[in-house]
């Protein structure tokens, strides 16, 4: 008799279904490029709407104008307060060398965390004379919620990845320490990203809305809202691949080859009357992406630039952005 044999139902890609650390994600994987610039950015999820343009894709509708969903997002510039310098380490892999941090650190910052105010510039000198040893320079950054139209006054604080030589890296961060990063010198319009949040959280969820299983028949059992057969009897564990009750939502999620359609500093292109449900007026610059993002308003949505894609389209034509 031939062996009977089918591909496994449901998808395990999400196990397991845990809360995330913080309210906004880490990223621990960059695109390898010789380009000397940051590999991300991010804002502050405001809400949906939709545009109006010429569609440039293969298909019946290129050349004509389409209405297209966005979401948009406020993205004031990020404000660079440090450096980490990596090495790699033969048994424990890559570990942090030593930081450089800003001799004059924002306000703001100080609510997220505690740097010194005179900074420690002189761990940059230390980087540079121990150049060889060092594979990896990361920028730190810190978000400006006080130039946006959220009512957040502590700011996100995180990594930013860079491209180019560890030479050209270590110049780079020199010269970025203390000052501003924009939107225009990461991306530019039409240019693929990966968008990286932190979902909606659902909490307590049963088996049936957490993993979509069949409700039982009444005369099955005395539950109906349960997994039929949890496992044997011996071993007398439940598998990890055994739907059970558990944290829905407030995951980390990576939306990969989400296409940035616009961006821009007048906030008045996309202000609606009276504010944006749960979010309020646009106050700063906005960013305009392809679909729908991961989160709900207010929340920190960080960009990568593409993994998977280094593909550029061109850039999109909108003929209007419906407020």
Same mark, same amino acid.
């Given at each position: 008799?031939?062996?009977?044999?089918?591909?496994?139902?449901?998808?395990?890609?999400?196990?397991?279904?845990?809360?995330? =650390?913080?309210?906004?994600?880490?990223?621990?994987?960059?695109?390898?490029?010789?380009?000397?610039?940051?590999?991300?950015?991010?804002?502050?999820?405001?809400?949906?709407?939709?545009?109006?343009?010429?569609?440039?894709?293969?298909?019946?509708?290129?050349?004509?104008?389409?209405?297209?969903?966005?979401?948009?997002? =406020?993205?004031?510039?990020? /404000?660079?307060?440090?450096?980490?310098?990596?090495?790699?380490?033969?048994?424990?892999?890559?570990?942090?060398?030593? =930081?450089?941090?800003?001799?004059?650190?924002?306000?703001?910052?100080?609510?997220?965390?505690?740097?010194?105010?005179?900074?420690?510039?002189?761990?940059?000198?230390?980087?540079? =004379?121990?150049?060889?040893?060092?594979?990896?320079?990361?920028?730190?950054?810190?978000?400006?919620?006080?130039?946006?139209?959220?009512?957040?006054?502590?700011?996100?604080?995180?990594?930013?990845?860079?491209?180019?030589?560890?030479?050209?890296?270590?110049?780079?961060?020199?010269?970025?320490?203390?000052?501003?990063?924009?939107?225009?010198?990461?991306?530019?319009?039409?240019?693929?990203?990966?968008?990286?949040?932190?979902?909606?959280?659902?909490?307590?969820?049963?088996?049936?809305?957490?993993?979509?299983?069949?409700?039982?028949?009444?005369?099955?059992?005395?539950?109906?809202?349960?997994?039929?057969?949890?496992?044997?009897?011996?071993?007398?564990?439940?598998?990890?691949?055994?739907?059970?009750?558990?944290?829905?939502?407030?995951?980390?999620?990576?939306?990969?080859?989400?296409?940035?359609?616009?961006?821009?500093?007048?906030?008045?292109?996309?202000?609606?009357?009276?504010?944006?449900?749960?979010?309020?007026?646009?106050?700063?610059?906005?960013?305009?992406?392809?679909?729908?993002?991961?989160?709900?308003?207010?929340?920190?949505? /960080?960009? /990568?630039?593409?993994?998977?894609?280094?593909?550029?389209?061109?850039?999109?034509?909108?003929?209007?952005?419906?407020?």
């Amino acid at each position: 008799m031939p062996k009977k044999s089918r591909s496994r139902s449901g998808s395990l890609a999400y196990k397991p279904k845990t809360r995330a =650390e913080r309210i906004y994600p880490d990223v621990s994987t960059w695109e390898d490029t010789d380009e000397l610039k940051p590999l991300g950015y991010a804002g502050y999820k405001v809400g949906m709407t939709r545009v109006l343009r010429i569609d440039d894709t293969e298909g019946a509708t290129e050349g004509q104008e389409v209405a297209t969903p966005v979401t948009i997002l =406020e993205a004031p510039p990020l /404000r660079v307060y440090g450096a980490r310098f990596y090495v790699e380490d033969l048994n424990s892999g890559k570990q942090v060398f030593t =930081e450089a941090w800003t001799e004059s650190p924002s306000k703001e910052l100080q609510r997220a965390t505690d740097i010194p105010k005179e900074g420690n510039m002189e761990n940059l000198e230390k980087a540079k =004379e121990n150049s060889a040893e060092i594979t990896d320079v990361k920028l730190l950054v810190h978000t400006q919620p006080s130039r946006a139209g959220i009512s957040k006054k502590k700011p996100a604080n995180f990594e930013l990845g860079l491209g180019g030589s560890v030479e050209d890296q270590l110049e780079y961060a020199e010269e970025m320490i203390g000052k501003e990063i924009e939107f225009s010198d990461v991306f530019e319009e039409g240019e693929y990203s990966d968008v990286i949040g932190v979902t909606k959280g659902k909490g307590m969820e049963g088996p049936v809305q957490r993993y979509g299983i069949k409700r039982l028949d009444h005369k099955t059992q005395k539950k109906r809202r349960k997994a039929g057969n949890v496992g044997p009897w011996h071993p007398d564990q439940l598998s990890w691949r055994i739907p059970l009750p558990g944290q829905q939502g407030y995951n980390n999620r990576t939306e990969h080859n989400k296409r940035i359609l616009s961006h821009g500093e007048d906030s008045e292109e996309v202000q609606r009357d009276g504010g944006f449900k749960n979010y309020g007026e646009v106050q700063s610059n906005y960013i305009l992406v392809k679909g729908s993002v991961p989160g709900p308003a207010e929340r920190l949505v /960080r960009l /990568r630039t593409a993994l998977r894609t280094d593909e550029n389209p061109g850039n999109p034509e909108i003929t209007h952005i419906e407020k």
